[in-house]
């Protein structure tokens, strides 16, 4: 690692330190002697891996380059990206996509559709989002249209955890069963750390611990980076305090909620929304609702202790 790699490391996690912190008290030093950790520069963000399973490194190694190659799909910044070639292809009829594009605006769509337009990945600058209703999905030809003229699509609310649960995959595929995956401050836990029930997720400025298995946990804020959440209602930044942290089964639904959450406020959450969502402000938790019940579990809470 170079010195200038490092550096950025220890200043990007200080600054994002404040979304999630997955920690644990490990148990024998023998249970943890196949254990890696790695981190790689990758959709802007850091994404670090700690993998417990025969050849761990190598495996975290293939996990990066499947988070790489989604970002070559996914990227609204890469002009070579599927994703842009698509964006160019407004107004002028359906286009064949990959599994993984047709996928997420797939999940995309269903968040869109659950919290009444406040998730909406259809982008405008300064103005309200055209509306993913103007994207239409062709489930047999795994085709897509953008039904407007100048109508972009922009992942970013939902893009890294999706990339998150094709990590896990690749993980699963190479022997790997227990895992933590910190991307850019979402996290998704893969079964339990050895000698241990579950990994402990920090939600940092408050005294919450989450214990999870086999989950992701995505948390929105505007603390980090004012104004970047945006209601596409409106077009304007979603003027809120606090946070809102989600915990799901996959990480493109923990993703994509917990930006809708933050949106709505919890208290115009959709009536349906079962599982675990936590409103934070202040340190203070405001409300938890429960809902989503085939994508979200409920979780054990503790103290953390000072």
Known sequence: MTPFFARYLKCHFNRSAWLLAAFFLPGP????ADTATRARFLMGTVCEIT???????????????EIA????????????SELSALNRRSA???TRCSTDLFEILHVANEVHRFSQGAFDPTVSAGRPAPGFSK???????RSVELAEPRLRISLDGIGKGYALDAAARV???????????NFGGQVLAVGTPPGLKAWEVAVAGTAIVLKVRDRSVSTSSQEEQAGHILDPRTGKPAARPGAV?????????????STALFVLGVDRAPAAFTG???????????????????YFADQTTQERKP
Not at 245 to 257: E, Q
Request: charged share 25%; hydrophobic share 45%.
């Open 29 to 32: 030093g023998a249970a943890w």
């Open 51 to 65: 993998a417990h399973g025969p050849d761990a490194g190598r495996a975290i190694e293939a996990a990066f380059d």
């Open 69 to 80: 190659r989604l970002e070559q799909t996914m990227s609204l910044f890469k002009e070579d």
């Open 92 to 94: 002028m009829g359906p």
């Open 135 to 141: 994207v239409r999905l062709h489930e047999n030809e």
């Open 171 to 181: 993980l699963a595929r190479k022997g790997v069963r227990s895992a933590i995956l």
């Open 245 to 257: 942290t989600v915990i799901a089964s996959d990480g493109a639904r923990a993703d994509a909620w």
């Open 276 to 294: 675990c969502a936590f409103h934070f402000q202040g340190g203070k938790v405001l409300a938890k609702t429960r809902g989503c019940a085939p």
